[in-house]
T-cell receptor, first 113, second 112 residues
């Protein structure tokens, strides 16, 4: 167990809908990262927050957004969902900025039908 | 941006033999190279990492080597066991960024 928690574990929704994925980092970690894992794209970095502020952006679509709250938990919002958004979404956390080790949560499996 | 290539995509070895997985990266500014193990349906688990100021790091049966000049790094697993069967991912982090760029993964199969 990495200490990173994610909810929900599974999510099934229809095209065009909006969903919110939630992540709580390890105790003491200030950075949260979101990754998407799909068969065709592999593991891709989406976005990072550090202590409530956006720190870095990767291959995140404009339909997706995230935020980190004062208690350091983070939410990833996916809107106008398409079939191709079906994937595993992982959250990871680390102590600080450019601090090395990132520990992954159990993931949320999103299925868009 | 960074690009990470990983080979092979599938590797089958006899139990007790060694396994080697290789990765190359494109950005010479990258300074951190972790390896993750992912079992089916589970989270990627950090198994070892190396920073650009070190050439080799070992942890029991697992070792990682880094060649900065050639921009490649490798994972070595010795005395493989059935529980080593999984998908292994290499990754690189650019100097000024925090997000990891991952390779496509290697499916390691340990044959009994």
């Amino acid at each position: 167990d990495s200490g990173v928690t994610q909810t929900p574990k599974h999510l099934i929704t229809a095209t065009g809908q909006r969903v919110t994925l939630r992540c709580s980092p390890r105790s003491g970690d200030l950075s949260v990262y979101w990754y998407q894992q799909s068969l065709d794209q592999g593991l891709q970095f989406l976005i990072q927050y550090y202590n409530g502020e956006e720190r870095a952006k990767g291959n995140i679509l404009e339909r997706f957004s995230a935020q980190q709250f004062p208690d350091l938990h983070s939410e990833l919002n996916l809107s106008s969902l398409e079939l191709g958004d079906s994937a595993l979404y992982f959250c990871a956390s680390s102590v600080g900025v450019a601090s090395g080790e990132q520990y992954f949560g159990p993931g949320t499996r999103l299925t868009v039908t | 941006g960074e690009n990470v290539e990983q080979h092979p995509s599938t590797l089958s070895v006899q139990e007790g033999d060694s396994a080697v997985i290789k990765c190359t990266y494109s950005d010479s500014a990258s300074n951190y190279f972790p390896w993750y193990k992912q079992e089916l349906g589970k989270r990627p688990q950090l198994i070892i990492d190396i920073r650009s100021n070190v050439g080799e790091k070992k942890d029991q049966r697992i070792a990682v080597t880094l060649n900065k000049t050639a921009k490649h790094f490798s994972l070595h697993i010795t005395e493989t066991q059935p529980e080593d069967s999984a998908v292994y991912f290499c990754a690189a982090r650019e100097g000024g960024a925090d997000g990891l760029t991952f390779g496509k993964g290697t499916h390691l199969i340990i044959q009994p």
